[in-house]
């Protein structure tokens, strides 16, 4: 069964990259059956899909965060990252990772919208 | 601003019936996932796809979809059942992932 972990600093400055880690156990970040996405969620606030990335390096972002974000895989760490620049009070918020079991259907594959399982997420802080 | 609408909140007395609605246009084309997300707790996925229930879910929860408006119907709400509720589906491209803004769930 899946788990993930999230790792990363709780304080960034502004104008500061944010830099955060995903963990996966249970399964390989190499999988072809994965998508590897980050959510996050500002306080007292909504969930925002931040993007996506596939074991191939195909990625997928948000386009009103794309400017600013890279995500990465690490397959000899089984981990994969999440790159945030240039960043304001704004981008406070409790950043999660999950996973998107791509599913197929009819002879052909897709990558789903739905996310499961979740980590269990990191505060990060945007504060000089 | 997010692509899918929900009610910010809905009340329910306990034992009985409640529906939670997502609308936005995308759901014509796609359907919307379904997360409960208590305080302080990630999000979890209750529904998927047509009306799939992940393991460990229960059966009180189901969903449906109608032109574009997706529901999450509970049947019998419980104490337990008192959180945050998002929907989620894919934007009008159908490349990206998009989030509805939560509805909180009172159970009476």
């Known amino acids: 069964q899946l788990q993930l972990q999230e790792s990363g600093p709780g304080l960034v400055k502004p104008s500061e990259t944010l830099s955060l880690t995903c963990t996966v156990s249970g399964g390989s970040i190499s999988s072809s059956s994965y998508y590897w996405g980050w959510i996050r969620q500002p306080p007292g606030k909504g969930l925002e899909w931040i993007g996506s990335i596939y074991y191939s390096g195909s990625t997928y972002y948000n386009p009103s965060l794309k400017s600013r974000v890279t995500i990465s895989v690490d397959t000899s760490k089984n981990q994969f990252s999440l790159k945030l620049s240039s960043v304001t009070a704004a981008d406070t918020a409790v950043y999660y990772c999950?996973?998107?079991?791509?599913?197929?259907?009819?002879?052909?594959?897709?990558?789903?919208?739905?996310?499961?399982?979740w980590g269990q997420g990191t505060l990060v802080t945007v504060s000089s | 601003s997010s692509e899918l609408t929900q009610d910010p909140a809905v009340s329910v007395a306990l034992g009985q019936t409640v529906r939670i609605t997502c609308q936005g246009d995308s759901l014509r084309s796609y359907y919307a996932s379904w997360y409960q997300q208590k305080p302080g707790q990630a999000p979890v996925l209750v529904i998927y796809?047509?009306?799939n229930r992940p393991s460990g879910i229960p059966d009180r929860f189901s969903g449906s979809s109608s032109g574009n408006t997706a529901s999450l119907t509970i049947t019998g709400a419980q104490a337990e059942d008192e959180a945050d509720y998002y929907c989620?589906?894919?934007?009008?491209?159908?490349?990206?992932?998009?989030f509805g803004g939560g509805t909180k769930l009172t159970v009476l």
């Open positions: 796809g047509k009306n």
């Open positions: 999950a996973t998107q079991r791509r599913y197929c259907s009819g002879g052909s594959c897709y990558r789903p919208n739905w996310f499961d399982p």
């Open positions: 989620n589906s894919r934007d009008s491209s159908g490349n990206l992932v998009v």
